[in-house]
């Protein structure tokens, strides 16, 4: 007998389980369109040679990889020597959003407006290791804008996501805010070479599920030199106390943002090959100052320590954590230089990223959705008599779907009792019974499946009668 799970690292969704992600997306649509995002959507495979050499090592470790197909395989098998599994492979599943994104406005620069601002809903596949809230297949929404320098554009991302996530009955959330130029200018500090800060980035990205004293022991064992490990953590550690003892997010910016109020500020400042790091300071202050006049004032927080993995951020970076969730709901950032990577021009970008499992996960496990969710298939369920009065009950769904009401037809003849017990099972609220009596007389006996009420009404006022009840 064969195993009927699905593959490790995905699901199957049942009609409640797909009603509360559209539930979910359709906000994020909302909001999106609001802020003036149009939609975007790009194939589930790409050319491997696109998605390649743009997320960093870990990146590339982590596609779907497609094995050639048909006579190139077999050509290649048949001659051998192979030395790698990317001479088998030359297409692979889509694993973010952000660089097809590039590929398109590269290849139809001429025919979007200068300013393009995109959002898309699709699905990506990582091949990574499962745990909770983290899939090997799973939605991203992103939303992106591509063509502007200005902080404005950072700021309305994360208004966007900040009205999504109140929207969706967030309240307890933080929005940390940083810049890789910051980072760049700590690393610049310490000492380390820039060939190797990529791979320092990755490693610092895993402070909420290492701690700092695993990072200080992973940096050592990739051959970081002691003395930049030692500047490094010292400056995520008061970094992370900072933080910590913040009371008023925007009053915390502001001290944050203060010349030499920061341990990498002070080692910045005797340093005068840091005028990226200074920039980057400024333009977090923008952003701060963007946002001040919105709800998502109260929710920002810079914090110094921030570094997303991915190896294409250029410079201002976010991420949304919530408390009782190890890792973040969403996140993003400037990436001025990828699509450059796809053409002659480079265009600059900013987008941000929400993931949707995760989103979904704790509002299942708070109990957030709305009770008037729908959670059933019809809102009346229509009875077959016989054969012969079939015809007479489709007529009647049809009339009742013309007023807007969900309805379901039993598919054959049966005894009352079954279709009843049927209702009941699916979970809709009202039947409608139109046997020979009710034929006769012109009439519809609707019963109420919760209370087990029934009355008989006219047959022209049956959909009156149910949008009553």
């Not at 701690?211 to 200080?216: A, F, R, S, T, V």
């Not at 064992?221 to 925007?250: C, G, K, M, P």
């Not at 005068?272 to 100052?289: M, P, R, T």
Request: hydrophobic share 40%; net charge negative; with cysteine.
């Amino acid at each position: 007998m064969s195993n009927t799970n699905p593959a490790r690292g995905m699901r199957d969704f049942l009609p409640a389980d797909v009603r509360k992600r559209n539930y979910v997306i359709g906000i994020i649509r909302e909001v999106y369109e609001k802020y003036g995002f149009e939609p975007l959507e790009t194939p589930t495979v790409e050319n491997l040679s696109t998605l390649t050499n743009k997320y960093g090592e870990e990146g590339d470790q982590l596609m779907f990889k497609i094995l050639k197909r048909g006579e190139k395989l077999a050509n290649k098998l048949e001659k051998g020597g192979i030395k790698n599994e990317n001479e088998l492979t030359d297409l692979a599943l889509r694993y973010d959003l952000t660089v097809p994104l590039a590929r398109v406005v590269a290849n139809y620069k001429n025919d979007l407006p200068k300013f393009f601002k995109r959002y898309q809903i699709q699905p990506v596949w990582r091949a990574d290791r499962p745990a909770r809230g983290r899939y090997r297949e799973f939605y991203q929404c992103d939303v992106d804008a591509i063509g502007s320098k200005s902080m404005i554009v950072e700021a309305e991302l994360i208004s966007a996501v900040c009205e999504i996530l109140q929207k969706l009955g967030f309240l307890d959330f933080t929005i940390r805010i940083n810049s890789r130029n910051i980072l760049d200018g700590m690393m610049e500090v310490a000492d380390i070479p820039k060939a190797n800060r990529a791979n320092a980035l990755v490693i610092i990205d895993k402070l909420d599920k290492i701690g700092l004293n695993g990072i200080k022991k992973e940096l050592l064992a990739n051959d970081f030199a002691v003395e930049s490990v030692r500047i490094i953590t010292h400056q995520i550690e008061n970094q992370v106390s900072l933080l910590n003892e913040a009371t008023n997010n925007y009053e915390y910016n502001l001290q944050i943002l203060s010349e030499t109020s920061t341990p990498a500020d002070e080692f910045a400042s005797n340093n005068k090959n840091l005028n990226s790091y200074w920039k980057a300071k400024k333009e977090l202050g923008e952003i701060v100052e963007y946002t001040k006049n919105s709800t998502a004032r109260k929710f920002i927080k810079i914090d110094e320590s921030l570094a997303r993995g991915l190896s294409y951020y250029t410079g201002a970076i976010f991420e949304v954590n919530v408390p009782d969730f190890q890792g973040s709901i969403a996140g993003g950032g400037r990436y001025d230089g990828l699509i450059g990577m796809f053409g002659k021009e480079e265009i600059p970008a900013v987008g941000f990223s929400l993931g949707l499992e995760r989103i979904l996960l704790i509002m299942e496990e708070r109990g957030m959705f709305p009770n008037d969710l729908t959670t059933n298939a019809a809102d009346v369920l229509i009875t077959i008599w016989n054969e012969e009065t079939a015809g007479e009950s489709l007529k009647l769904a049809g009339e009742l779907r013309q007023k807007g009401l969900r309805v379901m037809v039993y598919p054959q003849p049966d005894k009352l009792g079954k279709q009843f017990k049927y209702a009941d099972q699916i979970d809709v609220e009202y039947a409608c019974v139109l046997g020979e009596t009710e034929l006769a007389e012109n009439t519809v006996q609707i019963k109420n499946m919760k209370t087990g009420d029934q009355k008989n009404v006219a047959r022209e006022k049956v959909s009156e009668e149910l949008a009553k009840l």
